[in-house]
């Protein structure tokens, strides 16, 4: 391959693989965000229902009963949420090129047109890794929205439940 086309590929790959580092940052950013405001929602929800308990616990009636499912399944689906939005944050490795310990005596040896061609190729296998890290927590972010989306379904839902415990007047 001649010189001109190796760099011209090298600067695409190079490009690619910027792009697909600001995008996993990207990412990391969006769930640090959503994992900080879910916690304090986890707590606020807590608070919630400790103020709240005497509603529903020991639950000797139906609405009592339903509003204790309720909050139970809340907090499954809270805690799955926050399972997904933690894994999220977890440690890559493919951020990187990846150089072998003898790369500087390798680059000496071989012509600049090799040393062109192992950069392409090291650039382009980084930005395989890194898409495919990113096409995964893409994947757990929607799940965790999913999840999100759910709790807060269960949430209103729990908090209707407590509601209707206290405007009945039962003293559970």
């Not at 950013?29 to 103020?51: D, Q």
């Not at 040896?109 to 890290?133: E, P, S």
Request: hydrophobic share 50%; with cysteine.
């Amino acid at each position: 391959m001649r010189d001109d086309n190796t760099a011209v590929l090298y600067e695409h790959v190079r490009s690619a693989l910027s792009d697909e580092q600001g995008y996993a940052r990207h990412l990391d950013e969006k769930a640090a965000r959503l994992l900080g405001l879910h916690s304090a929602v986890i707590a606020g929800f807590t608070i919630l229902v400790f103020m709240a308990s005497s509603l529903f616990l020991p639950p000797e009636h139906v609405i009592g009963w339903l509003a204790g499912i309720a909050v139970l399944l809340t907090y499954v689906g809270l805690i799955s949420a926050w399972s997904l939005l933690f894994r999220l944050l977890r440690p890559s490795d493919a951020y990187g090129v990846v150089l072998p310990e003898t790369w500087l005596e390798d680059m000496k040896q071989q012509g600049a047109n090799m040393n062109a061609h192992l950069a392409l190729v090291r650039c382009y296998t980084v930005w395989q890794k890194l898409n495919h890290n990113n096409q995964q927590k893409n994947l757990l972010l929607t799940k965790a929205y999913h999840e999100i989306v759910f709790s807060a379904w269960l949430i209103a839902i729990a908090l209707l439940l407590l509601l209707a415990a206290k405007y009945f007047g039962l003293d559970l």
